[in-house]
């Protein structure tokens, strides 16, 4: 007789052990979820950084491309009217310009320092906007003496484009309440009649309306001119800020497409809406809502 296996024999126990072979359906699943799922979170962590690091960087790219194309269309910008400054200065210093044109070219240097001096705020605006330095000034007061205090910024730089500002309110409007930032406000409008000025220099219609309607609870300014309008691509195109470069600018109208940018951001600011609209009259329409 074979002699049995005694080294699998129990001290204290009648029982051996018999071992046997595992069954890999038995090992598998042991082997397999509580590797495969941690991998798979691994990799899903992974795949997310990886597309987390790209988008940032994108981000990166994009804002450098900005801010790049702002730049050289802000020295395009302030290039041209310093040009201009420096031969016509010369020009009158040396007796060069006739009597009958010095009255042209003091009127030219006016108007290009009031370009000047625009740019400038629009720039300093944005810049605190992005900071969030500043408070606002806020006083109530009736549409009536809000429209008195922008009315002459207003039809002065229209009259710098050969335009006519042309405002229609109601009557009864006039007597309606706001409380907001006039300054605010006006830079909003100053911005939007500049660009009106700019954009609708070929009409023929030189008018630019400044429509006002009130209600117990929100003020409507609507600018319209008569000009070429914006095609559909465009309208979301020009609330974005550094969105000219320096050949941008030069091809177009004046300006580093930071205006309609700075009165959105003003128009939110102040609890309100900046958004542009279809105008019947053909032009371009843009309406700014505040509460009042």
Not at 9 to 30: F, H, T, Y
């Amino acid at each position: 007789l074979k002699t049995e296996d005694k080294s699998r024999m129990l001290a204290s126990l009648p029982v051996r052990l018999v071992p046997g072979d595992l069954s890999a359906d038995i090992i598998m699943p042991a082997i397999k979820f509580p590797l495969i799922v941690p991998l798979m979170i691994s990799w899903i962590s992974v795949a997310l950084a990886g597309m987390a690091v790209a988008m940032l960087m994108l981000g990166i790219v994009n804002l450098s491309e900005r801010r790049a194309q702002f730049v050289s269309a802000v020295t395009h910008e302030l290039r041209t009217p310093l040009t201009t400054f420096r031969m016509y200065t010369e020009m009158l210093d040396e007796g060069i310009v006739q009597d009958n044109r010095r009255e042209h070219y003091i009127k030219t240097l006016k108007n290009e320092s009031n370009r000047l001096g625009h740019l400038i705020e629009n720039v300093l605006s944005y810049a605190r906007l992005e900071r969030g330095i500043g408070a606002r000034v806020i006083e109530t007061i009736t549409i009536g003496t809000l429209l008195e205090r922008v009315r002459e910024s207003l039809s002065r730089r229209a009259s710098e484009g050969n335009k006519r500002l042309v405002i229609e309110i109601a009557e009864h409007d006039l007597e309606n309440t706001i409380s907001t930032d006039l300054s605010a406000v006006e830079q909003i409008l100053l911005n939007v009649v500049d660009n009106a000025c700019k954009y609708s220099a070929g009409a023929e219609d030189d008018r630019v309306h400044l429509e006002i309607s009130g209600s117990q609870n929100q003020v409507t300014f609507k600018i319209r001119d008569h000009g070429p309008g914006l095609k559909k691509n465009e309208t979301r195109m020009v609330f974005k800020p550094f969105r000219k470069s320096a050949q941008k600018a030069a091809q177009s109208a004046p300006g580093v497409g930071l205006g309609l940018a700075l009165c959105k951001r003003l128009a939110t600011q102040l609890g309100g809406m900046f958004e542009y609209e279809e105008s019947q009259n053909g032009g371009a329409c843009f309406t700014l809502k505040l509460p009042s």
